[in-house]
T-cell receptor
Framework: GAVVSQHPSRVICKSGTSVKIECRSL??????MFWYRQFPKKSLMLMAT?????????EQGVEKDKFLINHASLTLSTLTVTSAHPEDSSFYIC????????????FGNGTRLTVT | GESVGLHLPTLSVQEGDNSIINCAYS??????FIWYKQESGKGPQFIID?????DKRQGQRVTVLLNKTVKHLSLQIAATQPGDSAVYFC????????FGKGTRLHILP
């Protein structure tokens, strides 16, 4: 149980274009999902908390107009990287949890974004 | 930012030996801790968790120890196997889950 699916697994786009990444909870409902970013050989950095039916909460230093998050249903959150630049190239990972604060996050398998 | 850290970036262990991976956390208000395993190109995989009202928890081949006095967490893997090769992250939770910097575990034949 508690499977999180992320799509696409890899995407290459040109500078200036936008890319949408989907995160789905397959066998549970997630009112809250979390988006992380990971640089090579680095840890996961929390970007934002996605809340179903309301605005996402962004971490300090993360541009909300750059990284648009939509959580329209209890099983789907999307992250759109707008006007992508090469420095946006990274590994983006979404996660969700079945219970509340004292329960583990379950992660998708990530999306490798390369901006050329 | 990364508020959880104190690690060996790389740990090499002989196959069959026990591995101990350490982590220090920064927030004394954190009340829930998790160890994750991440293989190359994949998302983190849950290994084991522990709440702040405990100091030890055992799973299958893994044990997590929590020392709240010095804000230290460790993961012990018994009889390390080649499939244990990965990067291991500790994570602390107060109002959100924050990850440490990670330790890459190499298994020597």
């Amino acid at each position: 149980g508690a499977v999180v699916s992320q799509h696409p697994s890899r995407v290459i786009c040109k500078s200036g274009t936008s890319v949408k990444i989907e995160c789905r909870s397959l066998d549970f409902q997630a009112t809250t999902m979390f988006w992380y970013r990971q640089f090579p050989k680095k840890s996961l950095m929390l970007m934002a908390t996605s809340n179903e039916g309301s605005k996402a909460t962004y971490e300090q230093g993360v541009e909300k107009d750059k990284f648009l998050i939509n959580h329209a249903s209890l099983t789907l959150s999307t992250l759109t990287v707008t006007s992508a630049h090469p420095e946006d190239s990274s590994f983006y990972i979404c996660s969700a949890r079945v219970g509340g604060l004292g329960s583990p996050l379950h992660f998708g398998n990530g999306t490798r974004l390369t901006v050329t | 930012g990364e508020s959880v850290g104190l690690h060996l970036p790389t740990l090499s262990v002989q196959e069959g030996d026990n591995s101990i991976i350490n982590c220090a956390y920064s927030n004394s208000a954190s009340d829930y801790f998790i160890w994750y395993k991440q293989e190359s190109g994949k998302g983190p995989q849950f290994i084991i968790d522990i709440r702040s009202n405990m100091d030890k928890r055992q799973g299958q081949r893994v044990t997590v120890l929590l020392n709240k006095t010095v804000k230290h967490l460790s993961l012990q893997i018994a009889a390390t196997q080649p499939g244990d090769s990965a990067v291991y992250f500790c994570a602390e939770t107060y109002d959100k889950i924050i990850f440490g910097k990670g330790t890459r575990l190499h298994i020597l034949p």
